[in-house]
């Protein structure tokens, strides 16, 4: 039987979501015997690509960047999964979401530079107006809940979606740590 097509995409998040996938240790040797890894910033592949079977989205939708790259990988993913509370609810990166994009620019950019204060206007992708979780601008599929869940959590996750089966979750997570 041919291995199923997994990536993992890290949005506007601290990585905290992929160490604890990467805390899987041994058992992603498991998860690589029935899938391939073929998008995620623990491989060196440049594009996502398509018939991707799942997909662990870890962090908000904060830039047009996040916005235009969650589009494009709903697109070409079967199941999405928001993995982590940032993915979830937006968490941590929403914080900004009650000042004025203005001010959150002139805060980072003006008033805490003492060299060369400026808005970038090149490199940095432009933010949106409110950071968003992923579930509001694409439809997801999974969710699974934590800051970060536990690397128990993302393996039974996985292994069920990667068996054709719905995890079933609500026991098992819970919102932050
Ligand atoms: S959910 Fe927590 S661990 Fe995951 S990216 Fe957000 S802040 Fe980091």
């Not at 398509?50 to 494009?72: F, N, Y």
Request: proline share 8%.
């Amino acid at each position: 039987m041919s291995k199923l097509r997994l990536a993992t995409v890290w949005l506007d998040g601290c990585s905290g979501c992929h160490m604890s996938f990467l805390d899987l240790d041994e058992r992603l040797l498991a998860v690589a015997e029935k899938a391939d890894l073929v998008y995620s910033p623990l491989v060196d592949i440049k594009e996502f690509p398509p018939d991707v079977d799942v997909t662990l989205v870890e962090g908000a939708v904060s830039s047009e960047e996040d916005l235009h790259k969650i589009q494009m990988i709903r697109q070409r993913t079967k199941i999405l999964v928001s993995l982590g509370d940032c993915a979830v609810t937006a968490n941590v990166p929403s914080m900004r979401n009650m000042f004025p994009l203005k001010a959150v620019y002139d805060r980072a950019y003006q008033e805490n530079v003492t060299r060369d204060p400026g808005t970038p206007t090149k490199v940095v992708p432009p933010l949106l107006e409110k950071v968003r979780p992923v579930h509001e601008v694409v439809p997801v599929d999974v969710f699974i809940p934590g800051c970060p869940p536990s690397a128990d959590t993302i393996f039974y996750a996985v292994s069920e979606l990667l068996a054709g089966r719905s995890p079933e979750l609500s026991a098992k997570t819970r919102f932050g740590a």
